[in-house]
């Protein structure tokens, strides 16, 4: 056994040290650097991350420049990346470090683990790449590898397969260079050992592989079941003032929590437009007017499917707050800088191209206003 398992990690780490991927966070030993990419690259792929990792890092150089930002400015720099979740769980546990570990990650597996969004997976990353201690990492990537080479059965998520994956991931870990280990998994996972064509004949274990000895890699490991997605509606009101729009800030937990987003209501999915009209009156309080219908916006979440109805609104003097943090107007070009969803994004692209389209053409050189919209009688605050 020992003498396989010394077989296969030998043959995998030679084939990581000529084939893998020159990343930049691979570069580093910044272990702030590592730590980000690391949230950043859960649930997300490598592209996407490629793009938004080195600016974050500009933005947020440090982990003390990170702890001290407002939330909204994580939030704005996160904006895109989705699973907001993170953003905010990465700010809680930089400012425990602050608290704890004066400004510097712990270089403890039992202490990482004490902190705000350091899960299992995330503490044996950044403590193995980061720290160079020998802690098991097993992410969707090390799953499908492990359940392949070892032939583990059973269904995602189901107690006795993620104790073996993890047992497995363990007992393979090489004490010597376990964040290149770590990363040689993963990478294999991500480039031979796909979920679907994976590249059989250009694997480097092959030859330790019982489920290409027993044909089973078609069926290892077995396929997590499509989520049933709940149907969501949002009334969303488009309120403008003097070329701004006004934008509210949700609490930090929930869906959207701590993003800005145009004012809305969450209605049931079967509500009708009457329905959606009257949520947007209650929202911001009495006097609101509704004005015309803008368009809808359709979004697929993980779990959810999101409908956003936009209708041009005009409300009292003085909006009501309500359930959202704060109340604020802001121009395209403030928003960008804002926490906004994506989902929130395409709702202004289709309010402003529906509002473009209600405007005669000889007023199209100026500031566009939606019926029903605030007039610019007084400047914004």
């Not at 403890?108 to 098991?136: D, K, M, N």
Request: with cysteine; net charge positive.
């Amino acid at each position: 056994m020992v003498d396989a398992d010394a077989a296969l990690r030998h043959a995998l780490l030679a084939w990581y040290d000529a084939q893998a991927r020159d990343l930049p966070w691979r570069r580093s030993r910044d272990a702030y650097a590592i730590w980000v990419s690391e949230v950043m690259l859960q649930q997300t792929q490598v592209a996407v991350v490629l793009r938004y990792w080195a600016p974050f890092l500009a933005r947020f150089p440090t982990l003390e420049s990170l702890a001290s930002a407002p939330l909204g400015a994580v939030l704005g720099a996160w904006r895109g990346l989705g699973y907001y979740a993170r953003a905010r769980s990465l700010h809680r546990a930089a400012q425990a470090v602050m608290e704890r570990h004066g400004g510097a990650l712990p270089a403890s597996a039992s202490a990482l683990a004490e902190l705000p969004g350091f899960g299992r997976y995330t503490v044996g990353a950044v403590a193995s790449i980061a720290f160079g201690l020998p802690q098991p990492v097993v992410d969707g990537n090390v799953a499908r590898v492990l359940s392949r080479l070892f032939a583990v059965h059973g269904a995602p998520g189901a107690p006795e397969r993620e104790r073996r994956l993890w047992a497995l991931a363990s007992r393979l870990l090489c004490a010597q260079r376990p964040g290149d280990w770590n990363q040689a998994l993963m990478e294999m996972g991500a480039s031979v050992c796909r979920p679907s064509n994976p590249s059989c004949l250009l694997c480097p274990v092959r030859q330790h592989c019982k489920a290409l000895a027993r044909g089973e890699v078609d069926v290892l490991p077995r396929r997590r079941p499509a989520p049933r997605r709940q149907q969501l509606r949002l009334a969303v009101a488009v309120v403008r003032r003097r070329g701004r729009l006004l934008w509210g800030r949700r609490p930090a937990q929930g869906l959207f929590g701590g993003l800005w987003e145009l004012p809305a209501a969450a209605l049931p999915a079967s509500a009708t437009e009457d329905e959606e009209r009257q949520a947007l009156q209650g929202l911001l309080g009495p006097g609101t007017r509704v004005g015309a219908g803008l368009g809808s916006v359709h979004r697929t979440l993980t779990h959810r499917a999101l409908t956003l109805s936009l209708f041009a609104v005009r409300p009292p003097g003085h909006p009501r707050q309500g359930a959202y943090v704060e109340l604020r107007w802001a121009s395209a070009a403030e928003a960008s800088t804002l926490g906004v969803s994506a989902a929130m994004q395409a709702a202004v692209a289709q309010a402003e191209a529906s509002t473009f389209k209600t405007v005669p053409a000889s007023r199209r050189g100026k500031s566009p206003r939606a019926p029903g919209s605030v007039p610019p009688a007084r400047p914004a605050p």
